[in-house]
């Protein structure tokens, strides 16, 4: 099966300006997970979407990060405007369902923020 | 919160030699899992223990659940080269119905040949 694609694989940018990443998670998996990996650290979540709802976006900074999962498929995360800290990976995830384990994780976005 | 620690954060070891990585919640876990993630690469699952004080085996590769559910090991015997990346476990909280997993910081392994 295909795994999870993501793209951009690479971005630099400068801060306070804007940047999207964009997700296509394996068919048939409802759950989207975003994951932030800051370097030397393990993934952080950032938002889980169950089909097309937010379930948990609890560590999400709202002030500076959107997402969203139309037709509860791909995905798109945002980040406007963009920080030095916010220099890290970016890893889309995508399982059947919210308890089913083993995810399959994308390639990941590296975003360098200058 | 929760807090998931793994140690040691390093280890260099000579191929043929052991390796064993630990894992620690602050909570109690409904299941362990364990992701490898290559140096440049993204994380990938290798398995998932659910019962407490279950053991599992990969080839070389063997996986402990504490018997309180809040540790977990790894342990790889007679490392190759090939095993060389970070080792990260996670888990989700007793009961979430969200599944939302909660991942250590990782024990990077490097291999000497």
């Known amino acids: 099966e295909a795994g999870v694609a993501q793209s951009p694989r690479y971005k630099i940018i400068e801060k306070r300006q804007s940047v999207a990443f964009w997700c296509n998670p394996i068919?048939?998996?409802?759950?989207l997970y975003w994951y932030q990996q800051i370097l030397g650290q393990g993934p952080k979540l950032l938002i889980q979407f169950q089909n097309n709802g937010v379930v948990d976006d609890s560590q999400l900074p709202k002030d500076r990060f959107s997402a969203e999962r139309l037709k509860g498929v791909d995905s798109t995360l945002k980040i406007q405007p963009a920080k030095l800290e916010d220099s890290a990976v970016y890893l889309c995830?995508?399982?059947?369902?919210?308890?089913?384990?083993?995810?399959?994780f994308g390639s990941g976005t590296r975003l360098t923020v200058v | 919160g929760q807090q998931v620690m793994q140690i040691p954060q390093y280890q260099h070891v000579q191929e043929g030699e052991d390796f064993t990585t630990y894992c620690n919640s602050s909570t109690t876990l409904s299941n362990i899992q364990w992701y490898k993630q290559r140096p440049g690469g993204h994380p990938v699952f290798l398995i998932q223990?659910?019962?407490?004080?279950e053991v599992k085996k990969q080839k070389r590769l063997t996986f402990q659940f504490g018997e309180a559910k809040k540790n977990s090991s790894l342990h790889i015997t007679a490392t190759q080269t090939t095993d060389v990346g970070t080792y990260f476990c996670a888990g989700p909280n007793r009961g979430s119905t969200l599944g939302r997993l909660y991942f250590g910081r990782g024990t990077q392994l490097t291999v000497w040949p």
């Open positions: 068919s048939g998996h409802a759950t």
């Open positions: 223990l659910v019962k407490s004080g």
């Open positions: 995830a995508s399982s059947p369902g919210p308890l089913d384990y083993g995810y399959t």
